[in-house]
């Protein structure tokens, strides 16, 4: 039974979850996996049109329409499948599904037209993604038993889900909400290209210590003077550097929101001098050896579309807490239990983008190293 551990990770799942990190989450420098299998079984013509949930207005989701959509957030996002069973996550899926049916038929035309054309750039980028991949796109949706159109679909009916929420959002609420963000941060909207060796006090792969505090800060200081020296960064970067995420690319993370890093990661991309090596900041993760190449703070501009997002998001939670549930009429998938026994579960799957080893807070759109976890 695993009702309780769905419900530790669901948050962020419902309404948002699927479209705004599809690319993040499928495209951070690492190949899909090429599973085979992670579909549900196969289902009869019968069975796919039997109708699963009715809800007001004649709307309808059949078991054919419903595995379609669970066999796309499984291709997506493959550590789900091991709750692909548990009623709750089955649960989760339905409302999500709904959700998104419901508020892209409220669309007007100009968000469908905005929305559907956002859908086709990440249609694209997905396509190219894993056409890239062992096998191809064509190899990886069948044994998804998905096709392209399912995938087009989910991400269309999802972009023009949320342009609808959006359209509500007035540019008013917009300024006002990037005004009090700078206000309480002036660093909120910097965005810095940095290249750091990182001198790393644990193993990314096990967590334990792998060299004392006092003999990351010498091995850090041994770098930093060979840089001063006139050392090649990208070169020492692969020699020296703890942080996969970045060491086979010079150390470098190249125009990332430094509002993602850890607290004096974030301070030092902040206010160093350009172009110059730092001396070694301590984080979490041990001792990085830095240099900011470039920085420079995003307009309003440039960030209106994201904030948008953003203020539109708790309305979409709120559709589906408070008038979703006054909207369907009946469901036929199993129900969790209402008081289900403790169990012990696999390693829970996250709703953020895969982390690597340079220091964020937030899930990163960028392979930028995360605050919570070592990289894998």
């Known amino acids: 039974m695993l009702s309780n551990n769905w419900k530790k990770v669901r948050k962020g799942l419902i309404a948002v979850l699927a479209v705004m990190t599809i690319l993040t989450a499928a495209g951070c420098g690492k190949k899909a996996d090429g599973d085979a299998g992670t579909g549900t079984a196969a289902t009869t013509k019968a069975d796919a049109n039997e109708v699963l949930v009715t809800y007001k207005d004649g709307g309808k989701v059949t078991r054919g329409e419903f595995d379609s959509f669970l066999n796309v957030n499984l291709f997506f996002y493959k550590e789900y499948a091991q709750y692909k069973d548990d009623p709750a996550f089955q649960q989760d899926m339905m409302k999500q599904l709904v959700t998104f049916k419901i508020l892209s038929s409220r669309a007007d035309d100009k968000a469908k037209a905005e929305a559907d054309t956002k859908a086709k ?12 991949q062992e096998g191809g796109l064509d190899k990886q949706l069948k044994d998804a038993s998905l096709t392209t159109k399912d995938v087009e679909d989910f991400v269309t009916r999802s972009m023009q889900a949320i342009a609808a929420m959006e359209s509500k959002v007035t540019d008013q609420q917009v300024k006002d909400a990037y005004d009090k963000k700078l206000a309480e941060d002036k660093n909120a909207y910097d965005v810095a290209t940095v290249s750091h060796i990182l001198i790393g006090t644990s193993d990314p792969a096990t967590g334990k210590e792998s060299r004392t505090k006092e003999d990351a800060l010498k091995r850090a200081k041994e770098v930093q003077d060979k840089l001063k020296n006139g050392g090649d960064f990208v070169a020492l970067a692969k020699e020296y550097s703890d942080d996969p995420g970045s060491k086979d690319n010079g150390g470098k993370y190249e125009n990332v929101d430094i509002s993602q890093w850890v607290p004096e990661f974030k301070n030092a991309a902040a206010t160093l001098p350009l172009n110059q090596i730092s001396d070694p ?15 420079k703070t995003k307009t309003f501009d440039e960030v209106k579309g994201d904030l948008r997002s953003q203020l539109a998001e708790p309305q979409i939670y709120d559709f589906v807490e408070k008038e979703l549930p006054t909207l369907i009429e009946s469901n036929k998938l199993p129900q969790p239990p209402a008081n289900p026994p403790a169990a012990t579960t696999p390693t829970s799957p996250t709703t953020e983008a895969p982390k690597t080893d340079a220091p964020q807070t937030e899930a990163p759109k960028t392979d930028a190293p995360k605050a919570e976890t070592p990289a894998k």
């Open 281 to 295: 900041v301590e984080t979490s993760y041990g001792y990085h050896v830095m240099k900011v190449e470039a920085r």
């Open 121 to 132: 750039a990440q249609i694209d980028q997905i396509k190219t993604f894993f056409g890239a």
